[in-house]
């Protein structure tokens, strides 16, 4: 078993540890019993003699949760960035991204419904995904998703871009075709040697599966990828290895993005204080807002229902994005007297007190869980919240409760990947 775990480790980074050695026996269990193998030094060897089953293992371990505007905040950063400083800096120049690792394709098409909706033409920029995996990347090329890609209060977007067709929604064809996905290894020695560089890059939840070592090495590339005045967007739980790493916060409240530390000695990846991939605060800061590129104007009066209050929510998330944490909080307190049962308000106002380092955040994610007990995104706050208060026993079982529900949502996803015909 160890032997597996360490090919795993050479081939892909995966931390045994990170998704948890129970996961990975499984796994292998359920590979030996397809193969028809009855021991694991026998399934070790035909590892070794077949590519195809090192894929096939790959395929299974790998954590591929991910959804549209995930987070939310570094999108709305993003967008903001490219409209008020990129472009009026580089007004011919083509806007290049990177989303790596872009799973069944989101966050790279999150990126370009945004820039979409700023008024960025599709032939202004050009959005280069990559994966490991060749199953997430098939979904990607598909770009038809089910309920489990739209999350949070927001889903206005999904009436702009998609179209409702048999078990899915599908994406619009011209933001369809302005991301282009390949199939790539982050470790592979000649990830990234030969590309320009990029004017962003999306690195979000994959450093947290890798040991301090790969995590180093990894961000290098990036490092010698990104534009010098380029910003790279990490997960809630990644700014601290980026640090690290030759990267500075940009400190933009809620958005986990960084850009590449001024002094050559920044480079150099320094120790982490604590354990691998300690997650470090959620900053940035509460100082420092991001105005939106979307006015924030509170909904009309004359709408009135569910739909306003969906709304009044997804004002919410706007302040909380642009730094006005205070307003976002009493917004939330009042929602909530309203809805007392929405795990969304809950995890938010939970979110803006992480910021403000307030310990009854926990409290927050708590409630969102009660409410909700596949609240993904409290899981995670949850997981990364006892992690940094040193307590990795209580942050475990919210990973393995995450890691559960990834696998059921994956188990979904197949189901749905049956091909469709438009209605
Ligand atoms: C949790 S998803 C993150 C997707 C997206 N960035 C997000 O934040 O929602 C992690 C992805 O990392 C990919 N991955 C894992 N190891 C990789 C590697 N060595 N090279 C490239 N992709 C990898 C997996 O296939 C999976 O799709």
Request: glycine content about 6%; overall charge positive; charged content about 20%.
């Amino acid at each position: 078993m160890l032997q597996i775990e360490a090919l795993l480790r050479r081939h892909i980074g995966l931390e045994a540890t990170a998704i948890g050695p129970g996961r990975i026996r499984q796994t292998i269990q359920q590979r030996m019993a397809r193969r028809g193998l009855k021991s694991i030094a026998e399934y070790e060897q035909h590892l070794y003699e077949s590519p195809a089953e090192l894929d096939c293992l790959i395929e299974a371990v790998v954590v591929t949760e991910t959804w549209f505007f995930r987070d939310r905040a570094p999108f709305d950063a993003f967008a903001r960035m490219v409209t008020e400083t990129w472009r009026p800096q580089h007004p011919t120049q083509t806007l290049r991204i990177l989303s790596v690792p872009c799973s069944s394709g989101e966050e790279p098409f999150s990126a370009a419904m945004i820039l979409a909706d700023a008024g960025i033409a599709p032939d202004a920029f050009q959005i280069d995904a990559m994966d490991i995996s060749q199953h997430a990347l098939t979904r990607a090329a598909r770009a038809v998703y089910s309920n489990n890609s739209f999350r949070g209060a927001n889903l206005d977007f999904r009436q702009r871009h998609f179209q409702q067709v048999k078990g899915g929604f599908a994406l619009n064809p011209v933001l369809r075709r302005s991301v282009s996905f390949q199939r790539a290894n982050v470790l592979d020695a000649g990830f990234l040697a030969s590309t320009p560089p990029y004017d962003f890059i999306f690195c979000r939840n994959l450093l947290i599966y890798f040991d301090r070592f790969t995590q180093a090495s990894v961000l290098a590339k990036l490092h010698r990828s990104l534009a010098p005045d380029g910003v790279l967007f990490v997960g809630p739980a990644e700014v601290p290895i980026a640090t690290r790493c030759g990267f500075t916060n940009l400190r933009l409240p809620l958005a986990f993005a960084c850009h590449k530390s001024a002094s050559a000695a920044g480079r150099r990846c320094r120790r982490p204080p604590r354990s691998t991939a300690s997650p470090g605060p959620l900053d940035g800061g509460a100082g420092s807002p991001i105005p939106l590129v979307r006015p924030m104007l509170l909904p009309q009066a004359s709408t009135s229902g569910p739909h306003r209050d969906a709304a009044v929510l997804s004002y919410a998330h706007e302040l909380a994005a642009s730094g006005r944490l205070e307003e976002s909080a009493a917004l939330c307190w009042r929602y909530l007297q309203r809805h007392p049962d929405c795990a969304e308000c809950f995890y938010l106002l939970g979110l803006i007190q992480e910021v403000n380092h307030d310990p009854q955040a926990i409290e927050s994610y708590r409630k969102a869980l009660y409410l909700d007990p596949q609240h993904y995104e409290s899981l995670e706050r949850s997981m990364v919240w006892w992690e940094q208060q040193g307590h990795p026993a209580r942050a475990n079982v919210f990973k393995r409760r995450m890691l559960r529900l990834a696998q059921q949502r994956r188990r979904e996803n197949r189901r749905d990947s049956e091909p469709l015909r438009p209605e």
